[in-house]
């Protein structure tokens, strides 16, 4: 069951990644980040008012969320810095990439993860590692090779420098998820998460994007901007319920959602008719093949 959450997680998340490189087209990063959370908040709204004051309703339904403690309202909180953090700069990398380059760079993410365990704890690499490694860093160079062909220049791109700070970010913000969800209930999670989101956006908001609206790309709302926190909560509901089932495995569960960059990919490749996907889709299966190993070798 637990598996077929993951894939299902997947699955919305590749969706919210066209939702998110078509709400970005020609338009404002800021304004669609913050709107598209805010439609998150709305949607949990609910759930948090109707926990309070009818919570056998909704503990039925499976949507209870408990009040949280301080302790848990500050780790939601750090939770809604990191993830804030890195779709900042996920956002203004997709933009400006195509969304067959961007996908496969976040799905780089269990391999900074690893590099960073390396780096900071020392860890040793087993046999299977070495050989995702390998192969990882090897596709991503043949896949940076094929963005030459496009006029990106990996090395000097700072598009890619974006949206490998947030793969990097994300792993961590994967890394905390870990922790989080064995301590605090996933709705919960869930709930104060996209609340606090808005939070940290909206002084970001007004203190950099609305003062200089008016010399930046202007902004226009599209039916998308809502769908990308509706796929995304969809997404999250999903992964975290997979999380919280008896047995899963974690190592498995993030190997499955990286899946999610076959449907970004493949729906990119066609509703924007981007370049040498073949080529791009070569590389992409080379670079998740590494990621496979590393991730299998971690268990």
Do not use: C
């Amino acid at each position: 069951m637990w598996a077929i959450a993951g894939l299902l997680s997947a699955f919305f998340l590749g969706i919210y990644d066209i939702f998110k490189k078509t709400s970005l087209n020609e338009n404002a990063v800021m304004p669609v980040l913050f709107f598209s959370t805010v439609t998150s908040s709305l949607v949990f709204l609910p759930v948090v008012i109707g926990s309070r004051y009818f919570p056998d309703i909704f503990n039925q339904i499976g949507l209870y969320s408990p009040q949280l403690t301080v302790a848990e309202h500050l780790q939601v909180l750090l939770k809604s810095f990191i993830v804030v953090s890195s779709w900042i700069l996920a956002f203004f990398a997709l933009k400006h990439l195509p969304v067959t380059i961007f996908a496969p760079i976040r799905a780089t993410g269990p391999f900074w993860t690893l590099i960073g365990a390396i780096i900071i704890f020392h860890e040793r690499l087993n046999s299977l590692q070495w050989i995702g490694v390998s192969l990882t860093l090897a596709f991503f160079y043949l896949f940076s090779t094929a963005g030459k062909l496009e006029g990106i220049e990996f090395r000097r791109n700072k598009w890619i420098f974006l949206i490998i700070g947030a793969t990097i970010i994300g792993s961590i913000s994967g890394l905390y998820d870990k922790f989080i969800i064995s301590r605090i209930d996933r709705i919960a999670v869930q709930a104060w998460f996209s609340f606090y989101q808005v939070v940290i956006l909206l002084p970001v908001l007004a203190v950099f994007w609305y003062p200089n609206r008016k010399n930046t790309t202007s902004f226009q709302w599209r039916w998308t901007i809502a769908a990308i926190g509706i796929s995304l909560i969809i997404a999250d509901f999903l992964y975290f319920y997979a999380l919280s089932i008896e047995g899963s495995m974690i190592s498995m569960l993030s190997a499955l959602r990286r899946s999610s960059v076959l449907i970004a990919f493949g729906l990119g490749a066609i509703l924007f008719k981007e370049q040498n996907v073949k080529k791009k889709g070569i590389y992409l299966v080379g670079i998740l093949a590494g990621i496979l190993l590393i991730t299998l070798g971690s268990r």
